[in-house]
Antibody, heavy 114, light 112 residues
């Protein structure tokens, strides 16, 4: 059975940091581009970052460039995102997914608020 | 960035009747590798997105055959042949051809 489980969300003050983790089972992430997608309250879905199978290439949406870093550990079948200099507009549910969108986690809520 | 424009914004449908959602792209979604990376997702309240259709017209695993996708270039359509109560959800198109990958703004399907 395929499972994708995100963790690491929470409440953080503006300017703070969080590290999101995503543990996959039932399939190997080493075959897949992997992505983080978010949905802010009352808004639609937005791709945040994606990373190549071997970690050699990463892409970011402009609004998070220089602040977020996506990484992976294929041996642990896990995906990560280090989020620094967080802003109120980063408040969202963050989903881990394969880049084609076949498998999704349940999401982890990040709230940036003072 | 590629802008995907869905219509309608809201879609009231009678149970058992067909439904159709349009997705228009600001640029061609044909990739140089010969594929067109246009997918459709369903998101029910409180749930994660679920992929219905990938690469324009391929149904995802376990997706009922009442869902179908078509289109090419910049114009795409999701069709539901007979709407059921469980189809109440937000529907999104998504392009994976160009970075940043982008979603349409969503279409809310409701039962009339």
């Amino acid at each position: 059975e395929v499972q994708v489980v995100e963790s690491g969300g929470g409440v953080v003050q503006p300017g703070g940091s969080l590290r999101l983790s995503c543990a996959a089972s039932g399939f190997s992430i080493s075959d897949q581009w992997m992505s983080w997608v978010r949905r802010a309250p009352g808004k639609g879905l937005e791709f945040v970052a994606k990373i190549k199978q071997d970690g050699s290439a990463q892409y970011y949406v402009d609004s998070v460039k220089g602040r977020f870093t996506i990484s992976r550990d294929n041996a642990k079948n896990s995906l990560y995102m280090q989020m620094n200099s967080l802003r109120a507009e980063d408040t969202a549910v963050y989903y881990c997914t394969t880049s084609g969108g076949a498998f999704w986690g349940q999401g982890t809520l990040v709230t940036v608020s003072s | 960035d590629v802008v995907l424009t869905q219509s309608p914004f809201s879609l009231p449908v009678t149970l058992g009747q067909p439904a159709s959602i349009s997705c228009r792209s600001s640029q061609s979604l044909a990739h140089s590798d010969g594929n067109t990376y246009l997918n459709w997702f369903q998101q029910r309240p409180g749930q994660s997105p679920r992929r219905l259709i990938y690469k324009v017209s391929n149904r995802g695993s376990g997706v009922p055959d009442r869902f179908s996708g078509s289109g090419s270039g910049t114009d795409f359509t999701l069709r539901i042949s007979r709407v059921e109560a469980e189809d109440v959800a937000l529907y999104y198109c998504m392009q994976g051809t160009l970075w940043p990958h982008t979603f349409g703004q969503g279409t809310k399907l409701e039962i009339k």
